[in-house]
């Protein structure tokens, strides 16, 4: 069952917390692709200088400023889409980037690479036509399906490739699940 609206009407650190553990189901020309969230990274308000937001709406970031639970898709390095859930309440800027899953095919885990977001995005072939997707849709969404993650295995530390972002770049606003091989390589 998707996981409700409400769900993602909270605050980002929480729900990049929650999120793992839940499952990124992508449905795409008849296929279903899924995966267990295992990496999550906040992205919170006009003062985060790791966000978009920092600087204002824009077109590229409007989505980060609309209604929680929908899909916020970016292109890095040209070449890499990135996939971000926003959060919390309109008109303020929040979302959390979904950095890792552990892909399952046929109920187990599958060797396909996706320990990264631009990875998972090409595995899960998802890209900037589900930029604003609602995660309501049955084109993209995420399912609880009961799978709990035990707090004391839940791994805090800093986020990945935002060293720009001065004080910012040292939150320990990454989160991720000890011991999993899915995680990002730094």
Known sequence: MKLPRKFYNQKTLKIAQ??????????????????????????????????HASRGETERNKIMFGRAGHAYIYLIYGMYYCLNIVTEK??????????????????????????????????????KKLNGENLQSDKIWIEARGFKINKKDIVRAKRIGV???????????????????YVSKI
């Open 90 to 127: 309109e008109k303020y800027p929040a979302a959390v980037l979904i950095r890792a899953v552990e892909p399952i095919c046929r109920g187990r885990t599958c060797p396909v690479p996706t320990n990264g977001p631009g990875k998972l995005c090409r595995a899960f072939k998802i890209d």
């Open 18 to 51: 929650d999120l793992l553990g839940k499952f990124l189901i992508r449905k795409y020309r008849g296929k279903k692709y899924i995966g267990k969230i295992v990496e999550t990274e906040g992205y919170y308000g006009f003062k985060d200088r790791a966000s």
């Open 163 to 181: 060293d720009y972002a001065g004080k910012c770049k040292d939150y320990l606003w990454r989160f991720y699940i000890k011991g999993n091989s």
